[in-house]
């Protein structure tokens, strides 16, 4: 997709509270024109990533182990103490293309077909969970309270952030071809990093926002603070 400053305000101007942009359509518009400041509104993946647990009048979504633990999120400078998962994560989506296919053996005089296949998964990077989180929850679980007619079937979450510099992020793993997997698997991992500003409950049929969830002061003690369960 080719980016232009037109399809960066097409994107940016539909009101938060109607419109969820996907996610690889937003990462390729800020990886081709940086920008900070900008608050999106984005689906957040559940067919690829935790299933929230619904509980009567509430649903959960824990966050337990979706640390990060890329290089770039990695603290700057020298410290007594670093914590390296400053970053939590939420999915957006996961796409993936097969490419060429050739002739190789792996073991010797067992000639196979591999197939060259890139992945890519794509997410929202914050470091603010702790203003979402109950510090004694083992799950640092996202509880969004519902109303009494909500049914936790019918239900989308939807993540709202403003973008911070650099706007995105992204790693690449190689995988190569064996005799018991030939596939040569490339994983691109892409970020949107951003302050999350809320969590929504949206209504699958018309995108009505049925719960919210917003972000809460950060108490001093828990902000020093890291689950790396």
Known sequence: MKSTPLLLALLLSSPLAAVA??????????????????CIEVDIDLAHGETPEALPGALRYP????????GWSWPEGVSSDPDYFRYKYLPLASESEDRRSYEAEDMVGEPQTMTERWRYDYFLAFANFAAFIDAADDDAALVLALP????????????????????????????KATHA???????????????????????????????TLQARPIPPAVHKESDHD
């Open 63 to 70: 966050l337990r182990g979706k640390e990060i633990a890329e």
């Open 181 to 211: 997997k030939p596939v040569d698997l490339t994983l691109k991992k892409r970020y949107l990093v951003g302050e999350l500003k809320a969590v929504h409950a949206v209504a699958l049929d018309d995108g009505r926002r049925l719960a």
């Open 148 to 175: 009494a007619d909500a049914d936790p079937a019918r239900l989308a979450l939807r993540a709202e952030a403003c973008l911070t510099q650099p706007a995105t992020r992204e790693s690449t793993t190689f995988w």
């Open 21 to 38: 942009e996907p996610g690889p359509a937003l990462y390729r518009v800020f990886a081709e024109q940086p920008a900070a400041a900008d």
